[in-house]
């Protein structure tokens, strides 16, 4: 079931059970009322119509009967009966036809003292009534029954009136419910209607933000938030895709014109060794690209093995590597002034993805200082290890130290250096999988530090 109908429905079960209640309550608590007014008016009654009877001696059942039907409040349908100590009727307020009454209800009475009832139609009540003159006769019995015409017309039109104020009431709630519910929830339907419509091709299409105050716009809000994340993740995919064939087909290019003049002339020996040398140099580039880009494009699988490692023997062991490598740069690292052992700054992660990491950060700094040095610290700080690598080199431009994380981006002072543009974006995409980062701060013609900062394990 819509969720438009759900809340009409529910809402709609809510009143009417409310309006249920308060008709019960008011019904029964008019109807308790009635039947209090009536039966004292019946016992006033009773009470009098005894005392004439048994008390006053001039008067006999003839008069009295006169009396009670005459008097001014006398009831309808009025029936009086009053029995002596010995079960006697010694009075009925008719006199035209035979009256039936209950010994039962009689001894009842006597056990009693006072008896109220409704038989059907008549309210009743019956009393044990001293005689005052002589009270050593025992105790006679009134029993009095009348119909409250009054009282029941009344009760009957506050049910009739209660049952159509719940109809329309019901009726006026399912309305205003149904209509209430389409009011609030329309901007979800349109947001609803918007989505659909928004493919690869329009990702730049939003969504209205309402109010921007309430539940349903902090949706549309959030929706708008989530395609400029999506758009943004889709051009950066386009330009990766349009860097990635660009930077291929400049190797290509240049293999096939080398390839190209290799056929067309004849040339000298030393010649055809030359262009032999420029096609390893571009084959060389191509594999470094393939390379990076399949760095970049591998899944960094949550399943990779994940290791406890001791960052200063990392450190110590690509220094080591690096120097075999002869690098023109001296890596300067020497945990003993850190005053760290290898066990005291330890982290969780996959150690070949940490190498390339490391690596990729302490090629850069030597490749970008000309051969000045390059110093390597790390540093504790609270739940996280710091790794610094510094070097002396050509620094970053402050506009492009937000843009070098990108792939393929290059600095303009970093032309004259051989490269990709791809080995910080993926040194990065390595940290974060290590919920870790990467960041730089830098001056140009100074040089520039590099902080890579993992959760202690
Ligand atoms: P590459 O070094 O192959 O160009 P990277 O992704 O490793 O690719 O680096 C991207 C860019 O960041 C470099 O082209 C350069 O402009 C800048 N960069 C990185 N490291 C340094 C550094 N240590 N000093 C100066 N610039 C750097």
Known sequence: MRIRYKLALLFTLIVAGL???FSYVIYEDSSHHRDEIFLGRLENKARTTARYLIDVEEINNELLRIIDQNSLTSLDSELVLVFDPGNKLVYSSVDDKPVKYSRKLIAEVREEKIVEYTDGLYDQIGLAFPSKINSSKGEYVVLASAYDRFGKDKLRNLRNTLIICWVVGVSLTVLASGWLSAYFLRPVATINEKIQLITAQNLKERLSEGNGRDEIAQLA?????????????????????????HELRTPLTAMKTDIQSGLEETLSAEEYRDILRDLFQDTQRLIGLTNGLLQLARPLDKVLKRNTLSVVDLLLDIQSHMSSAQKPNSIRFDPAIFDLKPQDVQVTGNESLLKTLLTNLMDNACKYSDGRPVDISIERQQSDC??????????????????????????NNAIRYSGYGI????????AEWHEGSISVQSNLHQGSTFTLRLPLA
Not at 386 to 411: L, S, T, Y
């Open 423 to 430: 080995g910080l974006a993926v040194s990065q995409r390595i």
């Open 386 to 411: 710091c790794i610094h690598v510094a070097d002396q080199g050509i620094g970053i431009a402050p506009k492009d130290q937000e843009r070098i994380f990108g792939a393929f981006f290059r600095g």
């Open 19 to 21: 309006l249920t209640l």
């Open 221 to 245: 809000i959030n929706f708008n938030q989530m395609l400029n994340r999506l758009d943004m993740s889709f051009e950066q995919q386009k330009s990766f895709v349009s860097h990635a064939s």
